[in-house]
Structure formats: structure tokens, C-alpha cells
């Protein structure tokens, strides 16, 4: 296959992403793999094809992730034609764009468009992926699977839901790794118009009931074409633990990873998310769980992949690109 993973800019990859191991084991398996940012597409000039300065990854005998991926930055870039990809691998977060360059947010699933209509496969599915960046995209799912919530940016309106709901998590309703996510205990909080305020900052609120248990931390577990993600029999998923008084697990506010058994109830959750998954060609997500209730569906570029292999000393790289294969096959 001739892959590209298109990621917010090639020079701030970092060897520990889970880019870098996908991309790794691509090339390691004997793909033409490369990297493009989302400011290096040009498109017009050459005969209406798209294309773009993209950056070689070979994987060398022995590459480390970290040789790897300063291969692929020290090696230049070459003008590539996109057209004449089998995969583009849309791993660029748009949220965190947002803020400090908001021309490249929307840019992954604009040209991820243009190019699935010319015939490439691109992964996660670049229409649905719009609605999926969204938090609101939880909504689309059975309603025994998810907390009750409110979306909305009135003020008023989400005093009430904590008058009402009680203890509740408020979040921007575009936002990743944690950043202004609060939780609320009650209508009494004293700095809930503060809170409130905060997150209105980034647009729409979320506000989820909190669901018991939470206090523990969450359970991410790795979803490929609807299933639980596997290798030799053990599921890629662990629990997320916060330390000290941070009520968020995030692994970069803090929290830590430890292993995770999954078992029925965890299953009866994917069951019920599975075929629309698939059907919105969601190949590979993690979701986040607490209890029986999915908190957040992370759609795109979904990491964490370092800590399975760190708990289980396992790569699943492998098997997501093996699916990627017989996907392009179809």
C-alpha cells in the first residue's frame, strides 16, 4: 500500500505517539508510508490532482521509535501526488488547532473528502468524522449507554441540569486532554458562574451527570472496525486512574495507566456501539468508559496505544494495519 498519515504538522510529531507507532509498523511491514501536515497540500496546479510536501518514513533495521521518527523529520520532503494513495490515516486532532491556527482545524476532513471521491480509502471516514470530533456525536448512540447530558450554551441552562442532576462533569463540547474539564457537586458550588464561564469560552458546554464510580477514573479501551482491538487473545484497554485531588485521568493531566480486564458489561457496550461504528466507517476509536456508560467516543486520533505495550508488552500496530489491508482489498 501507499499510506499517508496526515497529522497537524510533521515537525511536532513527538516518538511516542501512537502516529509514529502505526506508521512504524506500516513501513516495517513493507508499505510506502508517509507523512503530510496539514499546511503541506497544494491543489490545482498539477492537472487538478492533489499533492503535497510529504515526508518519507522507511523504517531501517533496528529503528527505535524515536530513530524512526527522526528519520522521517530529518529526511525532507518530496512532492507527492495524493491521488495515487491506497490510505490516507487522518491523525490530526482539529481541537487542537482550534485555538492557535483555526484556517487548519477543519482541514483533515476537507481533504479527506476530496481525496475519498477520487478513489482513496481514508480512515476514519472524513464526513462522519465532522460530527464525531463533537462530543455531541455520543448523542447518536443507544441512550442506556451513555450518562445523561445537556448540550447548550445558556448559562441558566446549565444551572438547572446541576439543580436537578446533582453531582456533573461540565466540559467545552470541542475539547481534548482534559483542558476545562470541571467537575461540580451541586448547584451550590460557589464558583459554578466561573466554571461556567470558562467553558463557554470555547463554545458550546457539555454537562454529563456523573456517573458513579468516576472518582476511580475510566477504562479506554481500543475499538477496530466495531470490535474490541486484540492481540493473542488480550483486548487493548486499560484503566486510567487521576492522582491527588484532579478528578480527571487524562494521561496528560497527570492520571496513570493501569491493566484492565474486560468483561461482559464492557462488551455489551461495544455490542450496542458496534454497527454504527462500522456504518460510519469509524475504523479505529477509543472509548471512554465508567461503569456501563461510555463518557467520551474519541474519534480522532485516538492515543494511548504506549500504554499497552508498557502493561502487556504487546503491539497492536500490526493488527490495525493487517485490517487496513484487507479494507483497501474490499
Known amino acids: 500500500m501507499r499510506i499517508a498519515f496526515f497529522v497537524n504538522d510533521v515537525a511536532t510529531e513527538i516518538a511516542e505517539y501512537a502516529t509514529t507507532r502505526l506508521a512504524r509498523a506500516a513501513s516495517r511491514k513493507g508499505h510506502e508510508v508517509w507523512y503530510v501536515g496539514v499546511g503541506d497540500v497544494e491543489v490545482g496546479e498539477s492537472s487538478g490532482q492533489i499533492v503535497a510536501r510529504a515526508h518519507s518514513a522507511v523504517f531501517g533495521e533496528g529503528d527505535t521509535l524515536e530513530s524512526f521518527l527522526t528519520g522521517v523529520k530529518e529526511g525532507g520532503s518530496r512532492r507527492t501526488v495524493m491521488d495515487d494513495l491506497d490510505v490516507l490515516f487522518l491523525r490530526n486532532e482539529s481541537v487542537d488547532d482550534l485555538q492557535q491556527r483555526p484556517w487548519a482545524s477543519p482541514l483533515g476532513a476537507v481533504f479527506g473528502q476530496m481525496l475519498k471521491a477520487r478513489g482513496v480509502t481514508v480512515v476514519n471516514d472524513p ?40 453531582k456533573s462533569v461540565v466540559k467545552p463540547l470541542y475539547g481534548a486532554k482534559g483542558r476545562n474539564v470541571f467537575l461540580v457537586p451541586d448547584e451550590t458550588e460557589p464558583n459554578l458562574a466561573q466554571i461556567t464561564e470558562a467553558v463557554l469560552q470555547d463554545g458550546y458546554a457539555m454537562v454529563q451527570e456523573f456517573v458513579d464510580g468516576g472518582e476511580e477514573g475510566d477504562a479506554r479501551i481500543f475499538l477496530l472496525e466495531g470490535k474490541v482491538l486484540e492481540c493473542d487473545g488480550r483486548a487493548a484497554a486499560f484503566r486510567r486512574v487521576p492522582t491527588g485531588n484532579d478528578p480527571r485521568a487524562n494521561i496528560s493531566k497527570g492520571g496513570r495507566s493501569v491493566p484492565l480486564e474486560i468483561g461482559a458489561v464492557e462488551r455489551d457496550v461495544v455490542d450496542a456501539m458496534s454497527d454504527k461504528l462500522v456504518a460510519d466507517g469509524m475504523f ?3 472509548i471512554d468508559l465508567i461503569g456501563d456508560k461510555v463518557v467520551e467516543i474519541n474519534a480522532e486520533s485516538p492515543g494511548g496505544l504506549q500504554s499497552i505495550e508498557r502493561l502487556y508488552k504487546m503491539d497492536v500496530c500490526d493488527t490495525v494495519i493487517e485490517a487496513l489491508e484487507r479494507l483497501v482489498d474490499r
Open 284 to 286: 479505529f476509536v477509543g
Open 127 to 166: 464526513m462522519s468524522l465532522i460530527r464525531a470530533t463533537s462530543k455531541l456525536y455520543l448523542e447518536e448512540f443507544p441512550e442506556k449507554i451513555r450518562p445523561r447530558s445537556l448540550v447548550t450554551r445558556d448559562p441558566a441552562a446549565i444551572q438547572r441540569f446541576v439543580a436537578e442532576v446533582g
